[in-house]
């Protein structure tokens, strides 16, 4: 998984700063897979803010032609990153589609909305990587339509173990914005939260679905 530094901790400063990302190590959140978890991230909240969801556009068309080359086509993973995609592919000058979960029940069926042609390149934009199976699924769905998937890049990543293989089976290539380990360092330096709560977070991300409040 690639990422720069720089921006990096300046993703997770403005993600702290509009909470599109808590933390709260004593009173946990619980995420629809039923795990207690000490943050929280939606990152849908960007697009309210002028400013920073152009920041995190301009980011997002800057790496994606340095990390895989101007794509054909670029692909938001519904729903969380169409918002977000269309801007990127706005700025580039490109075509957008986007991935459904699953493909529609009726009509003409369709998991990947918009034109796409075989053989055409396309660069994934995802809001949020946690395990990364629904991201890789959308990328399957393109793949089966014939494109060529350059590679994702995503606004943050928990940076699970799982993720990582996930993304190496699948032969995916990776870039995010900002990361668990970079928002973590800027929470403590800015005083979002203090070294004690930094070492519960990074104990909560060892094992995730296990983890309990009370250890």
């Known amino acids: 998984m690639i990422f720069n530094k720089d921006t990096a901790s300046k993703t997770a400063e403005l993600l702290l700063q509009i909470n599109a990302i808590k933390l709260n190590s004593k009173n946990p959140f619980t995420w629809a897979s039923g795990w207690k978890s000490p943050i929280y991230c939606d990152n849908r909240i960007i697009l309210s803010f002028?400013?920073?969801?152009?920041?995190?556009?301009?980011?997002?068309?800057k790496n994606i032609e340095k990390q895989f080359g101007k794509p054909d086509v670029i692909a938001g993973v519904a729903t969380g990153a169409i918002g977000i995609g269309v801007l990127v592919a706005e700025d580039l000058g490109l075509p957008f589609v986007y991935v459904r979960p699953e493909p529609k029940k009726h009509g003409r069926m369709n998991q990947v909305e918009g034109f796409l042609q075989k053989g055409q390149n396309v660069v994934v934009v995802e809001d949020l990587i946690s395990t990364?199976?629904?991201?890789?699924?959308?990328?399957?769905?393109?793949?089966?339509?014939?494109?060529?998937?350059?590679?994702?890049?995503?606004?943050?990543?928990?940076?699970?173990?799982?993720?990582?293989e996930n993304f190496k089976s699948a032969n995916v290539d990776l870039y995010t914005l900002s990361n668990y380990e970079n928002l973590l360092d800027l929470a403590v330096a800015k005083e979002y939260i203090t070294e004690a709560e930094q070492d519960t977070l990074k104990e909560w991300r060892k094992n995730p679905s296990e983890w309990n409040i009370e250890v």
């Open 132 to 164: 990364g199976n629904s991201s890789l699924l959308a990328v399957e769905a393109l793949r089966n339509e014939g494109a060529n998937v350059k590679g994702m890049a995503a606004i943050f990543s928990y940076g699970f173990e799982v993720a990582v």
């Open 50 to 61: 002028p400013a920073i969801r152009n920041y995190i556009r301009d980011e997002f068309a």
